[in-house]
Structure formats: C-alpha cells, structure tokens
C-alpha cells in the first residue's frame, strides 16, 4: 500500500499536462480515489496550504484537521459515488459541482452520528481547485447531505 501511496503521491506532485478541462477532471476523479479509499498521503499532497471545506458536519474545517481526521479516520466511506453534473473553467480556477453518495463507515464522525446505521445518503457537492505552479490545488470543498433524497 505504501508505494501505491508513493506512485499517487508522485503524480499528484508533477505538473498536469494542461490547464485545461481534461487535466481538472482528472485532478478531481484523483481526489475523489483518495477519499474513497481513506489515502490520507494522496488528499494531504493535492490540498493547497489554505484548504477549506464546509462539512457535512455543519462545521468549517481546515487543511490540518481535515488531514488529522482522513489519518484518524474520522472522515471515511463504505460507500461513495460521485456525478459530476457541472465543470467550470475560468482562468486558474477550476470548479466541480454535482451530487455524491455515500455510506458513512461505523468509526466515522458521520457514522457515529448517524442513528440509521450508515445507510447510503444523497449528497450536494462542490470542489474548488486553483491551478498554481504548472498544477491543480484542491483549494475548498463544500458538501451537504440532502435529507429525503433518495441515494440511488
């Protein structure tokens, strides 16, 4: 798993081929890789130092307890699917919105406040990347669960 997590890491850190639609897509499924399968090293080396995101928690977290709780497994998935609905480009700045579901793992911050026994939940999605240094930093990220949604 180490050098699984060596050749990601490696990746991540070169510069993409392109500022362009193509290489913000794949920066994007490569972040969405990481996070399904709990690669805390992965999402670290793609985060910009100033990353936010607004949780499903209701709380704003930083690069640094996001990383803490992806290594602690506070953050963690059984299940998750991703649609990317809409894809914007506009300079270095790159965004990714659509809707997700997931099934928050037992030993999750989700899963322990879950009363339904982490059962699949629909989600809204938006992730915000910034091209900087020939590459795209996952800069913010904001989702929220969608009560009553039907998680297909």
Do not use: Y
């Not at 890491?9 to 193509?22: I, M, R, S």
């Not at 990383?67 to 506070?74: E, T």
């Not at 480009?89 to 919105?97: K, P, R, S, T």
């Amino acid at each position: 798993m180490k050098s699984l997590s060596f050749v990601v890491l490696a990746l991540c850190a070169c510069p993409a081929a392109a500022q362009d639609e193509a290489s913000l897509r794949a920066a994007d499924a490569e972040q969405h890789r990481a996070a399904r399968t709990r690669d805390a090293d992965a999402l670290a080396a793609m985060m910009h130092p100033h990353f936010a995101v607004n949780s499903p928690e209701g709380e704003m977290w930083s690069r640094e307890k996001t990383v803490a709780l992806w290594r602690n497994r506070g953050i963690g998935h059984d299940r998750f699917d991703r649609v990317v609905e809409t894809l914007i480009l506009d300079g270095n700045v790159g965004v990714v919105a659509g809707r997700e579901v997931v099934a928050p793992s037992p030993d999750s911050i989700a899963g322990q406040r879950r009363a339904d026994g982490g059962k699949p939940v629909a989600r809204r999605f938006t992730n915000v990347w910034l091209w900087k240094g020939g590459r795209w930093w996952f800069l913010a990220r904001h989702a929220n669960e969608r009560p009553g949604a039907s998680p297909r």
